[in-house]
């Protein structure tokens, strides 16, 4: 890895101190009686950045005020230093003398200066001709230690309208929040500060554990030398000088969403560092004030922008908030991982919950043992989570701890009896059987009639015709077992309709021709643009049924489940239907995690759900749910199911507009809430059941809870924009929206037991305030194209 000189390192904020300074006037000559000598260092390492390095070098030879001497420090790259040597001879340039890094090429540069003051300038940066003036008459007062300056933004193309300028030192440069005169303040800016070198050999410089190595982008380093630099001299004072300026250029690669998350998890994870080596109170002192009182006045200053006709000030209060957040989640995830350290426990990354068993009880057929045996990497299993079946309902998840050796199958029965024993009544008494005084091992109901039991009566030889749509881009393990699945739904008339969002890559053809010629039900169609919801409307377009029925390719299916799917339809205003995701493994840490989230199941309760409440449906029983006074229904709507598994009337979905391509995620909530907000009703049918293999990787795991909140953030944006009457409501119940986003005990996080990573809940975080840029970049991309 390589020097990235011109890095975008800084604080997150300077505020002003109490303590008094001489501040000398910054307009007097420079050059009187003791003014001290300087040594101007730029760090460099690598050629592609030539051209910005000879403007650099040529701005800091054409200074008001003549430095002493000027170093040019190449980090590891011999072809680059034969170049700098023989374009600028009269330089005095060296090889980093250290390990890769920025730190350690700025020591280099301190070891070789001359001079009293050591100037650092990035190598992507042009001093404006009276910097140096500007920075040395301020170290004639013996009391200053270091001095800094200004860092203008210098675009490579135009500014983002959606960075907030509190985040300009994402970019590594100045930003609202800083003094706008000389003041005494914690840290300089990375890319325009200077030091007594007296000072820099005290504290052995920068610390190479800290600042950036080649293009990633962390920092900090000149934020602990500061405060290390005040722990040694505390009469000691660092000036912000705003008139000596440096124009910092921002090339567009540093203009993205995703340079925005890595820059700021890095400086929160950079901050960490530095609290730990520094203590918190001087660490994080300046950061608290910023965020207290700088960020949320730009929250408040992109709203009224909003009001004043700004729509891109909406976008400005959202990247506030979730700068704050993604900085937060890296500073986090660091405190933990030095925590775990700190008593000995694994990184927890790799360490988490143990192992849960998920396994199907039919109590028609019997209660089993459950043995703790054949985890993963043999590992046992310390639990279980088990699905509670009668003549194929679902009547609740059972989770149990395993003792050594597993539960015993009478161990396993008292359990479920003791938990589930009003839903067996209730099922079996609605069925016309006889209910159970106890339950032991043996199989439930299997002497007595089938009853009235929906699942139990063989399907209607009437049954709509049904389109079953199953995108895929053919990359997943599982693509074969899910169409295995479907090919065994014990229902009669439908179709299958694989649409291809990869057909650059033959294999789906290929798998899809086989299997068509065996069976006619499977069709095969194409969608070059990428993106689920532009797959799913490809086999809306193509479908025949009556109803159209959405599957991922990463399930396993029940055989009922296009039955159940369909008996959802219950009512001529119910124009959707959801079904039954649960977790097909829980092996891993992540697995857990997402199930602890919330999984993508939603209960065995059957739930009709409309523009005024919710409505329970159990056995035959319709129960209206009093909705609390401060409800935010009908805008959760997480809760009404998800696109793997759902189904439509044909002809309404495609009145409703299919899907929009222009979400980058919640494509499928989007059309839940937009059904419910039309007027028509959602039944969520447990009994439509398909088994999901949640990622394995806790990398993967963060990426999904990213997207979830990008998919919430990305919908609600689209109400607000959209729809007036969603706009007040929506406003109106905001305040209730952050709690129950943000309260442990809430519905949506009660269920994240201890050890449950905070991170995962910043990232969601992240990703919700992240929506409505999201949004608006999907929109105007949308236009464009239209155009």
Same mark, same amino acid.
């Given at each position: 890895?390589?020097?990235?000189?011109?890095?975008?390192?800084?604080?997150?904020?300077?505020?002003?101190?109490?303590?008094?300074?001489?501040?000398?006037?910054?307009?007097?000559?420079?050059?009187?009686?003791?003014?001290?000598?300087?040594?101007?260092?730029?760090?460099?390492?690598?050629?592609?950045?030539?051209?910005?390095?000879?403007?650099?070098?040529?701005?800091?030879?054409?200074? =008001?005020?003549?430095? =002493?001497?000027?170093?040019?420090?190449?980090?590891?790259?011999?072809?680059?230093?034969?170049?700098?040597?023989?374009?600028?001879?009269?330089?005095?340039?060296?090889?980093?003398?250290?390990?890769?890094?920025?730190?350690?090429?700025?020591?280099?540069?301190?070891?070789?200066?001359?001079?009293?003051?050591?100037?650092? $300038?990035?190598?992507?940066?042009?001093?404006?001709?009276?910097?140096?003036?500007? %920075?040395?008459?301020?170290?004639?007062?013996?009391?200053?230690?270091?001095?800094?300056?200004?860092?203008?933004?210098?675009?490579?193309?135009?500014?983002?309208?959606?960075?907030?300028?509190?985040?300009?030192?994402?970019?590594?440069?100045?930003?609202?929040?800083?003094?706008?005169?000389?003041?005494?303040?914690?840290?300089?800016?990375?890319?325009?500060?200077?030091?007594?070198?007296?000072?820099?050999?005290?504290?052995?410089?920068?610390?190479?554990?800290?600042?950036?190595?080649?293009?990633?982008?962390?920092?900090?380093?000149?934020?602990?030398?500061?405060?290390?630099?005040?722990?040694?001299?505390?009469?000691?004072?660092?000036?912000?000088?705003?008139?000596?300026?440096?124009?910092?250029?921002?090339?567009?690669?540093?203009?993205?969403?995703?340079?925005?998350?890595?820059?700021?998890?890095?400086?929160?994870?950079?901050?960490?560092?530095?609290?730990?080596?520094?203590?918190?109170?001087?660490?994080?002192?300046?950061?608290?004030?910023?965020?207290?009182?700088?960020?949320?006045?730009?929250?408040?200053?992109?709203?009224?922008?909003?009001?004043? #006709?700004?729509?891109?000030?909406?976008?400005?209060?959202?990247?506030?908030?979730?700068?704050?957040?993604?900085?937060?989640?890296?500073?986090?995830?660091?405190?933990?991982?030095?925590?775990?350290?700190?008593?000995?426990?694994?990184?927890?990354?790799?360490?988490?919950?143990?192992?849960?068993?998920?396994?199907?009880?039919?109590?028609?057929?019997?209660?089993?043992?459950?043995?703790?045996?054949?985890?993963?990497?043999?590992?046992?299993?310390?639990?279980?989570?088990?699905?509670?079946?009668?003549?194929?309902?679902? %009547?609740? %998840?059972?989770?149990?701890?395993?003792?050594?050796?597993?539960?015993?199958?009478?161990?396993?029965?008292?359990?479920?009896?003791?938990?589930?024993?009003?839903?067996?009544?209730?099922?079996?008494?609605?069925?016309?059987?006889?209910?159970?005084?106890?339950?032991?091992?043996?199989?439930?109901?299997?002497?007595?009639?089938?009853?009235?039991?929906?699942?139990?009566?063989?399907?209607?030889?009437?049954?709509?015709?049904?389109?079953?749509?199953?995108?895929?881009?053919?990359?997943?393990?599982?693509?074969?077992?899910?169409?295995?699945?479907?090919?065994?739904?014990?229902?009669?008339?439908?179709?299958?309709?694989?649409?291809?969002?990869?057909?650059?890559?033959?294999?789906?053809?290929?798998?899809?021709?086989?299997?068509?010629?065996?069976?006619?039900?499977?069709?095969?169609?194409?969608?070059?643009?990428?993106?689920?919801?532009?797959?799913?409307?490809?086999?809306?377009?193509?479908?025949?049924?009556?109803?159209?029925?959405?599957?991922?390719?990463?399930?396993?299916?029940?055989?009922?489940? $296009?039955?159940?799917?369909?008996?959802?339809?219950?009512?001529?205003?119910?124009?959707?239907?959801?079904?039954?995701?649960?977790?097909?493994?829980? =092996?891993?840490?992540?697995?857990?995690?997402?199930?602890?989230?919330?999984?993508?199941?939603?209960?065995?309760?059957?739930?009709?759900?409309?523009?005024?409440?919710?409505?329970?449906?159990?056995?035959?029983?319709?129960?209206?749910?009093?909705?609390?006074?401060?409800?935010?229904?009908?805008?959760?709507?997480?809760?009404?199911?998800?696109?793997?598994?759902?189904?439509?009337?044909?002809?309404?979905?495609?009145?409703?507009?299919?899907?929009?391509?222009? $979400?980058?995620?919640?494509?499928?909530?989007?059309?839940?809430?937009?059904?419910?907000?039309?007027?028509?009703? $959602?039944?969520?049918?447990?009994?439509?059941?398909?088994?999901?293999?949640?990622?394995?990787?806790?990398?993967?795991?963060?990426?999904?809870?990213?997207?979830?909140?990008?998919?919430?953030?990305?919908?609600?944006?689209?109400?607000?924009?959209?729809?007036?009457?969603?706009?007040?409501?929506?406003?109106?119940?905001?305040?209730?929206?952050?709690?129950?986003?943000?309260?442990? #005990?809430?519905?949506?996080?009660?269920?994240?037991?201890?050890?449950?990573?905070?991170?995962?809940?910043?990232?969601?975080?992240?990703?919700?305030?992240? #929506?409505?840029?999201?949004?608006?970049?999907?929109?105007?991309?949308?236009?464009?194209?239209?155009?």
């Amino acid at each position: 890895m390589t020097i990235h000189a011109g890095s975008a390192e800084t604080s997150n904020a300077s505020s002003p101190t109490s303590e008094p300074v001489a501040v000398l006037d910054p307009a007097a000559p420079a050059r009187l009686g003791s003014a001290p000598t300087v040594t101007v260092v730029v760090c460099v390492y690598t050629e592609r950045r030539w051209p910005q390095i000879v403007r650099a070098v040529h701005s800091v030879l054409a200074q =008001d005020v003549p430095a =002493d001497q000027v170093v040019v420090v190449v980090d590891h790259n011999p072809a680059l230093l034969e170049r700098v040597c023989a374009t600028f001879p009269e330089l005095t340039v060296v090889p980093n003398a250290g390990p890769r890094g920025l730190s350690a090429a700025r020591n280099t540069g301190v070891a070789r200066a001359t001079g009293e003051i050591v100037a650092f $300038l990035d190598d992507d940066a042009e001093a404006e001709p009276d910097w140096l003036a500007r %920075l040395l008459p301020h170290y004639r007062d013996q009391q200053v230690l270091a001095v800094g300056g200004h860092a203008v933004p210098a675009w490579e193309e135009k500014r983002p309208r959606w960075l907030p300028p509190e985040f300009d030192w994402v970019v590594g440069c100045s930003f609202t929040g800083q003094p706008t005169e000389v003041t005494p303040v914690r840290n300089v800016i990375g890319c325009n500060m200077s030091f007594r070198r007296s000072v820099l050999n005290r504290t052995a410089g920068f610390d190479p554990a800290l600042g950036r190595v080649g293009r990633t982008p962390v920092g900090c380093e000149e934020t602990e030398l500061c405060i290390r630099i005040r722990q040694l001299e505390p009469d000691g004072v660092v000036l912000y000088e705003p008139a000596a300026r440096v124009r910092h250029r921002v090339t567009v690669d540093r203009t993205t969403w995703r340079y925005f998350r890595q820059r700021c998890f890095s400086e929160g994870r950079s901050k960490a560092v530095v609290a730990r080596l520094v203590g918190s109170d001087a660490g994080l002192a300046t950061e608290r004030t910023y965020t207290r009182h700088t960020l949320p006045a730009g929250v408040r200053r992109g709203l009224r922008q909003v009001r004043a #006709g700004d729509r891109a000030g909406l976008l400005r209060s959202g990247a506030i908030v979730a700068g704050l957040l993604v900085t937060a989640a890296g500073y986090v995830s660091a405190q933990a991982m030095r925590a775990s350290q700190a008593v000995g426990k694994p990184d927890p990354r790799r360490a988490g919950p143990a192992p849960v068993r998920v396994l199907a009880v039919e109590l028609s057929e019997g209660v089993p043992d459950i043995p703790d045996t054949g985890g993963p990497d043999g590992a046992r299993y310390a639990a279980a989570q088990v699905l509670v079946r009668l003549h194929g309902e679902p %009547l609740g %998840l059972v989770d149990v701890a395993l003792p050594a050796g597993g539960l015993t199958a009478p161990a396993l029965t008292a359990t479920i009896r003791d938990r589930l024993a009003t839903a067996i009544d209730g099922h079996l008494h609605h069925d016309g059987l006889p209910t159970l005084d106890r339950l032991d091992t043996r199989p439930v109901g299997e002497t007595v009639g089938t009853g009235s039991c929906p699942s139990r009566r063989p399907a209607a030889a009437h049954a709509p015709f049904v389109t079953v749509i199953l995108p895929t881009c053919g990359r997943t393990p599982l693509f074969e077992s899910t169409l295995d699945s479907l090919a065994a739904l014990d229902y009669p008339h439908f179709e299958i309709v694989v649409v291809d969002n990869a057909p650059q890559v033959s294999d789906t053809a290929r798998t899809i021709a086989s299997r068509s010629a065996a069976d006619p039900r499977f069709r095969y169609t194409s969608e070059r643009r990428p993106g689920v919801a532009q797959a799913r409307n490809r086999g809306l377009a193509e479908a025949r049924g009556e109803i159209v029925a959405f599957a991922d390719d990463d399930l396993v299916i029940d055989r009922g489940w $296009l039955r159940n799917l369909v008996d959802g339809f219950t009512d001529d205003d119910v124009v959707g239907v959801t079904g039954h995701i649960l977790a097909r493994e829980l =092996d891993t840490p992540a697995q857990i995690w997402l199930e602890q989230y919330g999984g993508y199941g939603k209960g065995c309760q059957r739930r009709r759900f409309d523009r005024s409440g919710v409505t329970t449906l159990d056995a035959g029983d319709a129960r209206r749910v009093d909705l609390p006074p401060r409800s935010l229904h009908p805008y959760l709507p997480g809760s009404y199911g998800s696109g793997a598994n759902m189904a439509f009337r044909t002809d309404a979905l495609r009145r409703l507009g299919a899907f929009d391509p222009r $979400l980058r995620s919640g494509e499928d909530i989007d059309l839940l809430l937009r059904t419910v907000l039309a007027g028509h009703a $959602l039944t969520y049918e447990p009994g439509a059941i398909t088994w999901h293999t949640h990622r394995r990787e806790l990398r993967a795991l963060r990426r999904t809870m990213y997207q979830y909140g990008v998919g919430l953030g990305t919908v609600l944006t689209k109400c607000l924009t959209s729809d007036p009457t969603a706009r007040r409501e929506l406003l109106r119940r905001l305040p209730r929206g952050i709690a129950y986003a943000l309260r442990p #005990g809430s519905a949506k996080n009660n269920r994240k037991q201890e050890g449950y990573p905070a991170s995962l809940t910043v990232l969601e975080l992240c990703g919700l305030a992240l #929506g409505p840029v999201y949004y608006a970049a999907a929109a105007a991309r949308s236009g464009r194209s239209r155009r």
